[in-house]
């Protein structure tokens, strides 16, 4: 509660700064920002260093929580069946109260299918922990589809140190065919590319993504399953994990396709979704902020979550002031003479004229060039090369994209302070 | 001592705070200079057709004869140049003082309009029209302003003998606020066509040019 109130306090005490100096402000941390993320980079996190094959491999029970996806429920249990594993391995569907019928036809040898009254995937997943026979346990979102060497290669990362939790991997989008599965394409590959690989070798994974994740069983046995109210539960139980002293390693060499939204409808809902549960979530762990027993992940991971959705929340909040503003100044055109922040952000400079530089400009010039650095590196990593069919929706992800995200940011930091109900 | 990212990336910022800092002064500089050259101009440009006025009654001749005698003041140059001002004064961080670049703009403007007011009464066969038009400086930003000046500039280039003089409305210079009293503009973008007619609608350049013709101009 105390957080939520500071927070507001903040937004409405930018309300009365100057423009120049929050955009100042803003830029400044923005340079820190990347900088800190270029030099972790320099640092050593560009090396990928495999753990070695453990003696014994351990046997992984699959999880896999299905809700009426008749579209992607087979596809995903085939390529969870082709995971090439040296040890005993098991697959458990839970089906959440489909209505479909997606679990009642699957009958495959070797998969195992539960069916429960309907709870959320949360409650899944725990359903199927319970069921689950083996010491590493292994969630997969009922429309990913795993590569099949990726379970070989994240479970080393586990065995290698007796305090890894979790493991992590690639999430990349599966087969994109609209220009907007292939802007979140690019998204998924600098978010989940580069900016995991960095924050790995800090120790600072905050989220144990959906589409699929590896824990030791011992994680559940001691700090408890899946929260079921909670609409982030990957993020929750990671935050958990990290406050308990569990590590969360990734592993690049891994990957997992997953469908994305292809309308604009279900990319909002979906990030709407994971704004707020990660809002609630950063709430509700408050205490780890700036606290030195969490070091790099209290001092600088948990603070930059909320700095990053709190700027953008609020410039939104301020472009559309002005929006509203200008549009209400054609019924009241008193209005039209009244000063919002908003203004300076969407008034642009009647000529281009290149002297019409600033030091914002400046800051924004290195943050592009340093952008460009960390995309360059996520194109590696995923083995593709930059080519023309990646120019629009690059420059989508670049220019549109954040003007999106600052919206739905907004939309849902105004649910959390209303207190409307969360849900799917 | 190994400094941690952290410590690394804080140095860094500094160093690039430190040369954007640099950057934009030398640029705050270069602006200011250039600005003052234009606006020098404007005050070369009062000063001489004040002196002219001057000559003029000293001699026992007609003293209209020099009243032709003015260099150009390219007359898209007023709105522009204010609004110039504007954008590099939101720019500014350092450096150059643009509200005084800005005052002594104004105020050589004023003068010259003034000149121009005189000699359209001393001389009406030299007179040029003169077009006041009022804008709003931003924030926040006017965008029918802007539409309304392209508007008038390309009419005046058609109209030999018509001068426009930009104000903003919303600037706290006492002449500028006795201005829009005197013409009792209410709203922005606003013309006043030869001290007489106030046009606070939007007009295209046609129909800007049937005004300046009715008032006398030789339009093209």
Redesign the interface.
Known sequence: MFGIFCLAAAVVALLFVSY?TVT?FYS?LT???F??F???WL?GAWRTISPPKPAKWPGVSIIIPSYNSASTLRDCVAACKRLRYAGKAEIIVIDDGSTDGSCESLRIAGVKVFRKENGGKASAMNFGIKKASYGRIVCVDSDSYPREDALEKMVPYMEEDSKVGAVVLFICVSRPKSLLAKVQEIEYWVSYGFFLKALDS?GGLYVTPGPMALYRREVFEKLGGFEEKNITEDMEIALRMQKNGWKIRACHQSVVYTEAPDTLQGVFRQRFRWFRGGFANVIKYFDMFFNEKFG?FG??VLPLILVAGFFASTFMLWILA?WA??ALSLVL?SL?????LG??I??????L?Y?????V???SI?CTLIWCFFVYKSFQITGNRFGPKHAVPMALLLFAFPLFLGFTFLASYAAEFTGLKRGW | MALN??A???I??IA??A???V??SQ?DD??AG?LRKSVELVSFESESSRLVSEYAQLGDGDPCMFANFTTSLQKERAY?LA??LG??Q????VGADYEAIKRAYFVSLAELHIRTLENARKCPQYAEIPVLFFY?E????CPEC?LQNEALVLAAQRCGNVRTFAFPV?ANYSFIQLLVGKYKVQ?VPAMVIDERELVDTIQNQDQIVAMLEKDGAACS
Do not use: H
């Not at chain 2, 931003?138 to 930003?141: C, M, N, T």
């Open positions: 120049q100042l400044l340079v820190y920002i900088f800190v270029l030099t972790i640092d800090i790099a001092f600088f002005s503003k200008s055109p039209g003479n009244m000063k919002t203004d300076f969407v008034s642009a400079p009647g000529s004229d002297m019409a530089v600033d030091s400009f400046i800051f290195f | 990212p952290f690394k990336a804080a860094l910022t690039v705070a040369l954007a800092l950057v934009v640029l270069a602006r250039s522009s609004e110039k954008d590099y939101r720019s500014n961080m709003r931003a924030p926040p930003d802007r919303n709203k």
